[in-house]
């Protein structure tokens, strides 16, 4: 499968966000979908963000750990924590519902918009599919200080996260065995 960084695509509520206001970060990854298939933003959306993550499934434990010790130390700040679980699945998305940490704005077959705000930063995600692709973006706006560190500390991951939850989301929402034998991922725009 062939991941490849893109431009948000502009008729999207992505797009809407990005355009409503200064952003520190904007990006996107878009791969075709295989043959005739057809895939729903909403079950794409589930699916990758069943574990987003690039943990492997035998660490899923410490991962369910270290949400829950976020969870304690971020809530004082008012950031919102993790509910997802390695033992739980997560639901279709659906508008005024939540998705793994963040809140659902938008849930149609085209576009999923997802995201958050607290006293650092607010950021969006979305689902796309669109005329044989699926796209996976976000836009991120700091608020201060705090927003920026935290902004500098994933930044250098951001691409190679992108890449690979579209990568997993799209292979399982086809029926794929999740792997990444032979795959390639380009960065060109």
């Not at 739980?88 to 995201?115: D, H, K, M, N, S």
């Amino acid at each position: 499968m062939q991941i490849a960084s893109c431009l948000i695509p502009d008729d999207s509520a992505l797009a809407r966000f990005r355009d409503s206001g200064e952003y520190k970060h904007a990006e996107a990854a878009a791969a075709p979908i295989p043959g005739d298939q057809k895939v729903d933003a909403r079950e794409l959306a589930r699916l990758t963000m069943d574990r987003p993550s690039l943990t492997p499934e035998r660490a899923f434990w410490l991962i369910d750990v270290w949400t829950r010790v976020q969870a304690l130390l971020v809530r004082p700040f008012g950031v919102k924590p993790n509910t997802m679980r390695s033992t739980r699945e997560q639901p279709l998305p659906e508008a005024g519902g939540r998705l793994g940490p963040y809140e659902v704005f938008e849930a149609t077959e085209r576009e999923v918009l997802l995201g958050d705000a607290d006293t650092f930063l607010e950021h969006r995600m979305s689902f796309i599919v669109a005329e044989g692709k699926a796209f996976i973006g976000v836009v991120l706006r700091t608020k201060n200080a705090g927003g920026d560190a935290y902004w500098n500390q994933v930044r250098h991951n951001q691409t190679q996260i992108l890449h690979e939850s579209l990568r997993r989301g799209l292979t399982r929402a086809t029926g794929g065995v999740d792997g990444t034998e032979g795959h390639q991922t380009t960065t060109g725009r």
